[in-house]
């Protein structure tokens, strides 16, 4: 019997995570369609992608048109992109959890979310408390296949300079060798990676619902 080929939703797919997310979904064999909500042309052209530009803010104007077998959510910011405290958290808490919403609303069972080591919403530090807020926030939705991947430092080259998170790369290139047993989770993480354990989670089982980054990378086998 014949496998029936799913839909994708990808949110994100203009960052270094979601375009590597995008094109493994596009080459699976299970994948029919891969929707892409995003803000601005990603770039990407194959027959099996439907291209939505939409505010990602304001999710719920397009609820007909978020329909998939699973979402894939790669959204996320900096403090320094995004300086202001209020637009930060409309975008690493608000936009995961509309979309985790409209999941639940549309009956998609499976929903995955990029968050960080170290989420945690009673942090006082705001980058943690915030993805910390998404995180139990999202949990409570109780959609059958929930994952929260908690990735270390993104080793990709993104198109905008990072002064802080360039210096800390260069900092673990030297000293990742004493990052072993249960520090080895700080070692920096590529995209590719993170996206093909994305993929993986899509297709397979897992106990877990918050995988961090040395699981991340099993089950990406880098």
């Avoid at 094109?23 to 601005?40: D, E, G, P, Q, V």
């Avoid at 194959?46 to 048109?65: A, G, M, T």
């Avoid at 699973?70 to 995961?96: M, R, S």
């Avoid at 985790?100 to 408390?129: H, P, Q, R």
Wanted: net charge positive; proline share 3%; glycine share 6%.
């Amino acid at each position: 019997m014949k496998t029936k080929e799913k839909t994708a939703i990808v949110l994100g797919a203009t960052g270094v995570t979601g375009s590597a997310l995008v094109s493994l979904l596009t080459h699976h064999n299970a994948y029919a369609k891969i929707k892409l909500f995003s803000r601005s042309v990603s770039g990407f052209t194959h027959p099996k992608i439907d291209e939505y530009l939409v505010d990602l803010q304001d999710l719920e104007k397009h609820k007909s048109s978020f329909t998939a077998d699973e979402v894939y959510c790669c959204i996320g910011t900096t403090k320094a992109k995004t300086p202001d405290k209020e637009t930060y958290k409309n975008i690493d808490y608000g936009i995961p959890v509309q979309a985790a919403k409209l999941c639940k609303e549309n009956n998609i069972n499976t929903f995955m979310v990029i968050s960080a080591l170290g989420a945690n919403a009673s942090s006082s530090v705001f980058y943690n408390k915030i993805k910390g807020q998404m995180e139990d926030d999202v949990i409570a939705l109780q959609i059958p296949k929930t994952y929260i991947l908690q990735p270390s430092l993104i080793a990709g080259k993104r198109k905008e300079k990072r002064l802080g998170e360039w210096l800390a790369k260069q900092f673990l290139k030297v000293f990742q060798f004493l990052l072993i047993g249960s520090l080895k989770k700080y070692k920096p993480i590529h995209p590719e990676t993170i996206a093909k354990a994305m993929v993986w989670l899509g297709n397979n089982e897992e106990n877990a619902t918050k995988i961090q980054s040395d699981k991340i990378k099993e089950l990406g086998k880098e």
